[in-house]
């Protein structure tokens, strides 16, 4: 137990630390960053995979056939801009980072303006082009590193020059086109940023110096001399070709080559053991990720992620997982990234060295095969095959732990975006910039994520109602349902149960509440009809709208031919407006209000005490009924001032003529007291939770049968 204890107490402080590193501002825009590339890596790894079985990488010849040459142009066309994609997605995250914290100003709702400063920045820096016209490949998997610190500096400067006022340039054109104003206001702060870059080339190409080549530089200098063995060099070798692969230095051709890595040992030997034995999957051998990631992750996008960078893998392919997950900058996986090669390095050296397996007859074709087939074929016996099998097994059980962490750590941050987008979504919005959907941050990304689920689930029908009694108690031996509320419910099929404000939220700003009410009073007016065709007369059908839906002309008339369609009174099906939400009365809204009260559909005010204009909707509107809501009413019994505004109500109620409901009734000595005051019609958990369809007619019919409500 104590063992456990401690083990326990050690994984919470590796995911609280973790968390914290993970959180960091500048480490969550590289990740978001490496998103952008993702298609592009897809891409690139099956387009990598083709060309490398039909041993054409590199070479273009015109009797290769068009579908060959095809495959080729693909490859060009992802591998050559992987890094200009990572910079671009960077670049915009801190822009819309920046946007999102920032005071108005000339650079707000530019965070493109920014990105493509950004790319001059980088070009200028690193040019595609050298004197002569000859194509660099400036923005291949080479230069990650460079992408991801110029992505982060230059956005950076860029903002920091802009707010120098003298910097600015007052150039003002027509009031139609206040975007080229904005633009060429930081024409100084862009050519100040775009000419830092091309000063440090200048630099570089001056002194002849370039980062990639100072970093293999200080490595090359740093190998062990040949008589600290073979098994030192190599440890050297793997551990600083996967420090500098987590720091997105992928230049593996110039690294074997500063070191000298091979110099006093046999090359095709060192080649197969790394490359089949000890990088299974790739750098970092990422094939134990993999594997593990599908063992911890059932059902979810990282077991779809891992689907996907399966087939490349197993051919050690591994870019899918190193730039898509991503690996690099991930401080979840920095040390079985570096940890399970040095493992597997020992198995494998250990393995040669006692004569398991014997390499010194495997050719460099095998590079082409997947793994158990390259060990065969590399070692020429099972024993390759065993022995890729053992370092499989020995990198799931170093990356398995980690991938549970990471796991968890998506899981509490999951909870906590979803938490505060609940919170977020009850409160009031003026501007699209307000929006939770336009967020730059996790919770933005899960709304825009949600939002574009709801639309699927509304089109699929998976969305559905529960409807919860209302009930008139004259006394309470004498209960009688009159009516049902129906509650809008969606299970979404990962964040489980989201709330109906959030729902109602997430189609506003999707421009799509209008198609979401109309399926909710079609849906209650079925269920009504379905009732009245059973012989269940007499029950009222409340429905609920938001202040956006009271502001829509059509709402009336849409809920209007509803009723129509399916034959209900209009006297039972009640309009219910949410306080929620503020509602402007405009003509929109009294024309609405107008069309509904002509129409004889009884108008309802939803949540009456926690919201914005109760007493502006009593003067204006004719209310039949009003819903009290449980700030007033759950502590009506140890709460005198609650007692007093209650009994205020049901003076203006009598004096109106407004029915009253009283909300959140959940306990015999709140419904006495209630019914003392002269209340009568409660909704809450006292009588019935909401209920599906057949069982909330269940419940109205037993009532009817037995003239007393059964306490659920």
Not at 112 to 135: Q, R, S
Not at 301 to 328: D, E
Not at 416 to 441: C, G, M, P, Q, W
């Amino acid at each position: 137990m104590k063992t456990q204890s401690v083990i326990t107490k050690f994984g919470d402080n590796l995911v609280t630390l973790l968390n914290k590193l993970s959180s960091n501002s500048y480490v969550i825009a590289i990740r978001q960053g490496f998103l952008f590339a993702l298609p592009a890596l897809i891409i690139f790894s099956y387009a990598f995979l083709a060309l490398e079985l039909l041993s054409l990488r590199s070479t273009v010849a015109i009797n290769n056939g068009i579908w060959v040459n095809f495959l080729i142009y693909i490859y060009n066309g992802t591998a050559y801009t992987i890094a200009l994609l990572i910079l671009m997605g960077i670049a915009y995250n801190i822009a819309r980072h920046h946007e999102h914290n920032a005071d108005i100003d000339i650079t707000s709702s530019k965070p493109l303006l920014t990105t493509l400063i950004t790319i001059c920045c980088y070009f200028a820096y690193i040019p595609p082009f050298n004197n002569y016209g000859v194509v660099l490949h400036a923005s291949g998997l080479n230069n990650v590193l460079p992408a991801i610190i110029i992505g982060i500096v230059a956005p950076k400067m860029f903002y920091a020059f802009t707010k120098f006022k003298r910097l600015r340039i007052n150039a003002y054109f027509d009031i139609s086109y206040p975007m080229a104003t904005k633009v060429l206001n930081t024409l100084a702060a862009s050519l100040l940023v775009i000419s830092f870059f091309a000063f440090l080339h200048t630099v570089s190409v001056t002194f002849n110096f370039r980062l990639i080549d100072s970093i293999f530089h200080m490595v090359a200098e740093g190998v062990p001399p040949a008589e600290s063995g073979n098994l030192i060099r190599y440890l050297y070798y793997t551990v600083f070709r996967n420090v500098l692969l987590f720091f997105g230095v992928a230049d593996y051709g110039h690294l074997h080559s500063s070191i000298e890595l091979f110099s006093s040992f046999n090359f095709g030997q060192s080649f197969l053991m790394f490359q089949h034995f000890v990088f299974l999957g790739g750098s970092g051998a990422t094939l134990g990720l993999l594997v593990s990631m599908l063992i911890v992750n059932k059902n979810n996008k990282l077991r779809w992620f891992a689907q996907v960078s399966l087939m490349p893998s197993l051919f050690g392919i591994g870019q899918i997982l190193l730039y898509g997950l991503p690996l690099i900058f991930n401080p979840v996986f920095i040390i079985p990234f570096i940890l399970t090669p040095i493992i597997l390095l020992l198995t494998s050296f250990l393995a040669i060295h006692v004569g398991f397996i014997d390499l010194s007859d495997g050719g460099l074709a095998v590079q082409l095969l997947p793994i158990f087939f390259s060990g065969y074929t590399a070692a020429g016996s099972w024993r390759g095959v065993a022995l890729q099998f053992i370092n499989l097994i020995i990198s799931i059980a170093i990356y398995l732990p980690f991938t549970l962490a990471y796991k968890n750590l998506n899981k509490r941050d999951t909870v906590k975006d979803k938490h505060d987008l609940i919170n977020a979504s009850i409160n009031k919005f003026v501007t699209e910039s307000s929006y939770i959907t336009a967020r730059n941050d996790s919770v933005g990304g899960m709304a825009q994520l949600l939002s574009a689920d709801l639309r699927k689930a509304i089109a699929r029908n998976e969305l559905y109602l529960q409807y919860q009694p209302q009930v008139d108690v004259a006394q309470l031996e004498n209960q009688r349902v009159v009516g049902v509320e129906a509650l809008l419910r969606w299970t979404h099929p990962v964040h489980g149960v989201i709330p109906p404000p959030t729902i109602t939220t997430l189609a506003a700003e999707g421009n799509f509440l209008s198609e979401l009410s109309s399926w909710v009073a079609e849906e209650a007016a079925k269920t009504l009809r379905n009732w009245r065709n059973k012989g269940l007369t007499g029950i009222w059908m409340s429905i609920n709208l938001s202040a956006i839906e009271m502001d829509d002309i059509t709402t009336a008339k849409k809920i209007i031919a509803i009723l129509k369609k399916y034959d209900i009174p209009h006297e039972l099906f009640r309009v219910e407006i949410t306080e929620e939400m503020a509602l402007t009365i405009n003509e929109n809204v009294k024309n609405t209000v107008g069309e509904l009260a002509n129409a004889k559909i009884p108008i309802a005010i939803d949540d009456f005490g926690m919201g914005h204009s109760s007493a502006i909707y009593l003067k204006h509107f004719p209310i039949s009924t009003l819903k009290i809501d449980r700030v007033i009413s759950e502590d009506i019994v140890t709460n005198q001032r609650s007692s007093i505004i209650l009994d205020g109500l049901v003076d203006i109620c009598k004096r109106l003529n407004i029915t009253m409901v009283v909300e959140y009734t959940e306990d015999y000595e709140q419904i006495a007291a209630l019914i003392e005051k002269g209340c009568h019609i409660f909704q809450g958990y006292f009588f019935s939770r909401p209920l599906m369809e057949n069982d909330a007619y269940d419940f109205i019919i037993r009532n009817i049968e037995k003239g007393k409500l059964l306490v659920i």
